[in-house]
């Protein structure tokens, strides 16, 4: 079962960490993701499986989110718009991916305390 309080939660919190991540380059955005996963997971207190659902979901969402006020608000070539909806498409499968380690993550350390 999906928890849509912490789900919304973990959209604001990739969408905050992921822009104060970002000022660091590349890895500083996912590693934002991997710490809102991470808080995710803790908050859903649940299994690996629902938890990981729970990261896949925070992950997409928020970075079609980033992307969309990438195009909006930092691109108005059409060019660069083009090479950010490229590049969105990996960001969005490492957001997954990166969201969905985080989340898992976190339902360990949850189960752990």
Do not use: C, E, Q
């Not at 960490?17 to 993701?33: E, H, Q, R, T």
């Not at 690996?48 to 992950?59: E, K, V």
């Not at 992307?67 to 909006?72: E, G, P, Q, S």
């Amino acid at each position: 079962m999906i928890n849509w309080p912490v789900v919304i939660i973990g959209f604001i919190l990739v969408i905050v960490l992921s822009i104060i991540g970002g000022k660091f380059g590349l890895s500083g955005s996912a590693l934002g993701v991997l710490m809102a996963g991470a808080i995710v997971g803790f908050m859903v207190n649940g299994d690996i499986l629902n938890g990981t659902i729970h990261g896949a979901l925070i992950g997409i969402v928020g970075a079609l989110i980033l992307a969309l006020l990438a195009i909006f608000i930092g691109h108005v070539s059409t060019i660069i718009a083009l090479y950010v909806g490229v590049v969105t498409v990996g960001s969005i499968l490492l957001s997954i991916l990166v969201g969905a380690i985080g989340v898992a993550l976190g339902s360990l350390l949850s189960r752990m305390i």
